[in-house]
């Protein structure tokens, strides 16, 4: 096995003879929470579960029922009420999506939380249970493509006013900020630039102007950071990509303290974005493997970038990981490794990318991420097309651009078809 170099990181298991280096076990320092039962990252993503049936299944089998039954009429009442805690109907809640929300909020260090059908919904409904015509949203232009669109078209034709700010300097969000600004946005590890934010210095300027802040960690997992004990107030998620890790089911999460949460809740009651019990059971088993999968992701990807970087016909490689990525102290501080995407600038432009992608053998050509198998996109044409040119350039989206979102195949196969494909 190839032993990956050093990336500055916190290494676990630094003692083991001739181990192969991983990133730091996120476990670690999710113990130093003041909770008197914290148990390790890996313990609680596989022990958190909901309540045996009367089968006493080992596993937790899939709630596939759109209602419930109530024990009697005045049961129902106080279900309806508020006055008695139980299910009523599978668009408010689930035993699985239940779960999953328990799992999630251990994982994240926050109260409460629901999940949605999609990470778009997650953050729709994030935005959208706090907002009315008047409010004002200060959010950074590195963004997710569908993200912009929603901020840009989508809210103000209700009134909604947006300001976005470039870069990721937290003075840049505090003069953006209004006596009506209600919430703030950001995305760190940004989709596709990698652009990091400091996520506690811009939670203190989102608090000292009466607004809240909103994180999306889609790329970096409960696993690799955890926004809300960095002073987030609301953690949101695909749980499509890393969370589910095998391509297969849509999901989404917002996560955060109870009393946010629930507006949350009381928006999607009544909007419905709801998960499907059976989307709800494979992502709650995906958790529990989510720290070794994360493991390789980062691995990998390091070992990617490092093989490429200086490499002709690539004019720029960003990783977190890397000692050359702008904000790799910042990376240091506030994740535990890398992630699972790289991202390299392609000599050549439009047709340099095209041409590279066209080439590749094994990867896969896809707009997803987070797969087991490696993925290979071109933002500029897919996932941020919509967005005019300037757009693109003020996040650093250039015509060459391509993400790498780095699977869990064998390293020397995932080098190998990128060395091809460049030829």
Known sequence: MQKSASDGFR???????????????????????????????????IRTQAARSGYNEHSVPVYMTSGFMFESAEHAQALFAGEADGTIYSRYANPNTDELVQKLCRLEGTDAGIVTASGMAAVFASLAAFLSAGDHVVASRALFGSSLQVLGKILPRWGITVDFVG????????????????????????????????????AEVAHAGGARLIVDNCFATPYLQQPARLGADIVV??????????????????????????????????TGPSLSPFNAWILSKSLETLAVRMDRHCDNSLQLAQSLEGRPG?????????PSHPQHALAQQQM???????????????????????????????????????????????????????????????????????????IRDIIGDVEQALG
């Open 11 to 45: 290494r676990s298991g630094a003692g083991d003879s001739g181990a192969t280096e991983r990133p730091v076990n996120a476990g670690d320092r999710l113990d130093e929470r003041p909770d008197a039962d914290t148990r390790r990252f890996q313990t609680d993503a």
């Open 167 to 202: 870069g990721h300097d937290p003075a840049a969000f505090a003069a953006a900020l209004r006596p009506g600004t209600r919430l703030v946005l950001i995305e760190s590890p940004s989709n596709p630039g990698l652009e990091l934010f400091d996520i506690a210095a811009i």
């Open 237 to 270: 998620h695909s749980a499509t990509k890393f969370i589910d890790g095998q391509g297969r089911s849509l999901g989404g999460a917002v996560l955060g303290p109870a009393e946010l949460i629930e507006e949350v809740v009381f928006f999607a009651r009544h």
């Open 314 to 322: 690539i004019a720029r490689v960003l990783y977190p990981g890397l």
């Open 336 to 410: 535990y490794a890398g992630g699972g995407i790289v991202t390299l600038e392609i000599a050549g432009g439009i047709q340099g990318a095209t041409r590279f992608i066209n080439r590749l053998q094994m990867i896969s050509r896809s707009a997803n991420l987070g797969d087991t198998r490696t993925i290979a996109t071109h933002p500029a044409t897919t996932t941020h097309s919509k967005l005019t040119d300037e757009e693109r350039a003020a996040v650093g989206i250039t015509p060459g651009l391509v993400r790498i979102a780095v699977g869990l195949e064998d």
